[in-house]
């Protein structure tokens, strides 16, 4: 369900069900002259229109501002719009203060852009990862006062954090792919597997002519791609996310 068309008492029967809330985040990058701009973002919400059909799920209107960087092209006339990961952190912050406090438990973002290297980190997802610790550990010496830690009833924490059920297990970031399927799929930039991806989800964003010998390095294989293979890395990617979502 869209969280924006969600009225007060479906909130609060979500809230008691403590269904995932999930947070597309995304960015606006050239992706070669046969690709939308639009693609990382694109690729997690028609991911989620698929999701929304095999599990209850509240997803939340996309965040499609993230750092892109200019490390692909430079922005004039190739669409690539860069936010600071320094001004994103804050305003994660901001967004996931805000989802504790109408009290959703079990918040998940979803990021495809540079997750080829999520475990250490790219501007990004480290900006919302950041965010979010901040946000809980704000929420919850507002709520529970300082040294909420130390009391007596957290004696318990460690053997809580190891099943995965503390506070800090409350938001979480995850890449769209994962290392398994990153390891089993042709994860590239505008190349064969984020357009044969698109062309799966969206295929009004896909312009195959536009494509040229004169192609950058990175674009070359996009003339490999094909709506089978993406289809095919969908259908694992949708699966892959119902198991994580499935752990709180």
């Not at 300082?146 to 059920?165: F, L």
């Amino acid at each position: 369900m869209r969280f924006e068309f969600m009225l007060p008492y479906q909130i609060k029967e979500e809230i008691s069900k403590n269904t995932p809330v999930v947070l597309p985040i995304g960015v606006m990058e050239y992706h070669g002259e046969h690709m939308a701009v639009g693609m990382d973002t694109l690729a997690v919400t028609k991911i989620l229109d698929r999701l929304e059909n095999q599990m209850e799920v509240i997803i939340l209107p996309p965040f499609s501002y993230g750092a892109a960087s200019y490390a692909v092209a430079a922005p004039e006339g190739t669409g690539s719009l860069h936010v600071d990961a320094a001004v994103l952190a804050p305003l994660a912050e901001q967004i996931f203060t805000g989802l504790l406090r109408i009290g959703f438990r079990n918040i998940h973002g979803i990021v495809h852009h540079q997750t080829e290297n999520f475990t250490s980190g790219m501007p990004t997802d480290l900006a919302f990862k950041t965010g979010a610790k901040q946000a809980i550990f704000k929420f919850l010496e507002r709520t529970e006062g300082e040294a909420w830690w130390g009391k007596q009833d957290m004696s318990d924490y460690y053997a809580r954090n190891q099943a995965g059920s503390d506070p800090f297990n409350w938001i979480n970031l995850h890449p769209l792919m994962d290392c398994e399927i990153i390891k089993n799929y042709i994860f590239d930039h505008a190349g064969e597997g984020e357009t044969s991806l698109l062309m799966a989800l969206a295929p009004e964003g896909v312009e195959m002519d536009r494509i040229s010998e004169n192609s950058t390095w990175y674009t070359k294989s996009a003339s490999n791609s094909s709506i089978e293979k993406g289809e095919q890395v969908t259908s694992q990617i949708v699966k892959n996310l119902m198991e994580r979502l499935k752990l709180q």
